[in-house]
């Protein structure tokens, strides 16, 4: 079974008010089970031969009260207590393996879960990125999935070990007295079902605990990444007070699940014991007739206690899988999520390197988030291969929307788009982006060494070509202050470094992937004037030989571009040469005006 089944068994829920009130969703767990099926047999085995060993342990006590405790049974008595402690060896045997087995098998399986999770994440598009948050994705990759390991692993174990010693028990009071048991099997459903009732309840509190966890979770996780500005904005009061509300609110979610879950426990509880003594009475008027032994009564009650334990257990361990129940819901949701953007079930091969012809054929979009509004409107243009094509115009113009669907972060909703005259919606989008290497605005650095963020562009290349293309975009003039070199870590998102350095770690990236699609956008944004006429020249080699598209609200920038495409509402209003441009005295001489004039006052 795939993941799409898993998703599949594990369905979506939106909110709290419309979780599934079974645990079917932890049946989608068996696929992650299934490989270690001699790990489960024996941790089924171990959980067997414990309950067994604990029901064998009234026997024993029956025949001792039964013999008495005279000179005459004392060869008699010293053997049952033998029995008794070899028992009690299998028993601790048995209970180690159980713990061992399935606590091992709990972080495999979730082990794997989390893999998949993550893999599926992955691949989804921009449009699921617009509106999820990262931080309640960690919660759901840390949090939840740990709900599901205490479900896989000890939860289930000890459910299963309680209702063997549960039926078990049961099967050996009937054994023992027939008459007594019948009393106990009547008031069984009375206690069981208020049990499975109130269990909804608590299913329920607990999803909306856990949803309100992940709440607080990412906005901690947005917090903590952004904590130099809140610092700078002199907000960490309001952080604070936002932080604590939102654990206010989890708290309080968690409390009304353990609220309802303690309540079920008690309830469990009374009523359990309440039947027992109930029992006991009618069984000590038995022994007073003379109709029942009291080695039977004591191997009645022991085992009449052995059922009521474990049936009381079952109701805190049932809340603790319904937990897990929950969470694996909320898992599920992910696994569910299907991209937009995706390979066709037979995707068009590209060449091993193409020749970088790109065009544009009516191409409208509009961003998931924003359907009303027209980020491009039947946009055609076309650049030839080896072609310097810069994209300018006014904050909202397209410009970034080009790129975002050249890399087919998202699909056009009309139009083409064409790469060597095949148009990328018949080819897989990872074969697309091979042949493309991206030097963002908002920069993206790993806390990892500084030869591993290059290397992130070609993971197989070599040291001497992460070198390589580091010292061709500067990299080499600061790496060589740095204590360990190129293996220095550079700290969360590169916070170590300066925002004109980790833009030159991306350039590196984009030097080192050696892509015949070159896009940059403001590639050169954060850099002082010297170390961005260092890094354009850097640039400039990059580019001979590569289809380079250029964005830039510096127009000094893109002087030098074959040719300039200008952008206005998602609309190319005018093309050329900046020299044309200028002498058309439209869009880009005003710019052009504003930006040169500025710059000469």
């Known amino acids: 079974m795939t993941q799409a089944d898993l998703a599949t068994e594990l369905p979506a829920g939106a909110a709290p008010k419309k979780a599934r009130r079974d645990l079917t969703p932890l049946k989608g767990l068996w696929p992650y089970l299934s490989p270690y099926g001699g790990r489960v047999a024996a ?33 008699i008595i010293d053997r049952y207590f033998l029995v008794m402690v070899g028992v009690v060896g299998v028993l601790a045997l048995a209970s180690a393996a159980r713990y061992y087995l399935v606590n091992t098998l709990g972080e495999r399986v979730v082990a794997d879960l989390r893999e998949k999770v993550f893999s599926r994440l992955v691949t989804l598009d921009g449009a699921f990125f617009d509106s999820a948050r990262s931080g309640e994705l960690t919660s759901r990759l840390t ?36 008459r007594l048991s019948g009393l ?38 947005e917090a903590i990444g952004a904590m130099r500005a809140l610092q700078a904005s002199s ?7 936002r932080f604590a509300d939102a654990v206010e609110r989890a708290f309080e979610a968690a409390r009304d699940a353990m609220r309802a879950r303690a309540l079920l426990t008690a309830v469990a509880i009374f009523m359990v014991f309440a039947s027992i003594v109930g029992v006991l009475w009618v069984g000590a008027q038995s022994v007073l007739n003379g109709t029942m032994s009291g080695g039977q009564l004591s191997q009645f009650v022991l085992y009449a206690v052995l059922a009521a334990s474990s049936l009381g257990d079952l109701s805190q361990t049932w809340g603790e899988v319904a937990s897990a129940a929950g969470a694996a819901g909320r898992i599920g949701e992910l696994l569910k999520e299907e991209p937009q953007v995706k390979a066709p079930a037979r995707p068009v091969v590209l060449p ?37 094509v810069a994209l300018v115009g ?24 064409l790469l060597d005259q095949t148009n990328i919606l018949d080819c897989d989008p990872v074969a697309v982006r091979h042949q493309i290497a991206l030097v963002p605005q908002e920069v993206a650095i790993f806390a990892d060494t500084v030869r591993a963020n290059i290397r992130l562009a070609r993971p197989e290349a070599t040291d001497a070509e992460v070198e390589a293309a580091g010292r061709a975009a500067l990299v080499d003039e600061f790496v060589a202050r740095l204590p360990q070199g190129w293996d220095s870590m550079v700290g969360e998102r590169g916070v170590t470094l300066s925002g004109g350095q980790r833009q030159r770690i991306v350039i590196a990236r984009a030097i080192l992937r050696a892509a015949p699609i070159l896009l940059l956008d403001e ?34 920038t893109v002087q030098s571009a074959d040719r300039i495409l200008v952008m206005e509402a998602g609309r190319i209003v005018d093309e050329g040469t900046h020299a044309e441009l200028v002498a058309k005295g439209g869009l880009y001489a005003r710019l052009a005006a504003l930006q040169f004039t500025g710059a000469a006052g």
């Open 43 to 75: 941790a089924l085995l171990a959980i067997l031969t414990a309950a067994l060993a604990t029901l064998a342990l009234p026997l024993a006590v029956r025949r001792m009260i039964d013999f008495g405790f005279d000179q005459g049974h004392r060869g």
């Open 143 to 178: 949090a939840d999935t740990t709900q599901i390991k205490a479900a896989v692993g000890a939860s289930a174990s000890t459910a299963l070990r309680n209702i063997v010693l549960c039926l078990g028990s049961i099967v050996m009071m009937v054994v023992t007295s027939p």
């Open 184 to 221: 106990v099997l009547i008031a069984i459903p009375v206690i069981v079902l208020p049990l499975v009732a109130s269990g909804r309840k608590v299913r329920t509190r607990s999803r909306t605990a856990q949803d309100t966890l992940a709440d607080a979770s990412a906005y901690a996780s």
């Open 235 to 241: 907000a960490e009061g309001a952080a604070r007070s």
């Open 352 to 388: 091993a390197r193409v020749s970088g012809a790109i065009a544009f054929d009516q191409v409208s979009f509009s961003y998931p988030t924003r359907p009303e509004v027209a980020s491009l409107d039947k946009v055609s243009f076309a650049i030839r291969p080896g072609e310097r």
């Open 394 to 417: 006014p904050s909202g113009a397209g410009k970034s929307t080009v790129f975002q669907l050249l890399e087919r972060f998202y699909d056009p909703s009309g139009g083409r788009i």
């Open 523 to 556: 590639a050169t944004s954060a850099l002082d004037a010297e170390s961005e006429t260092l890094v354009q020249t850097a640039l400039e080699r990059s580019m001979e030989g590569r289809t380079t598209l250029v964005i830039a609200h510096r127009l000094a």
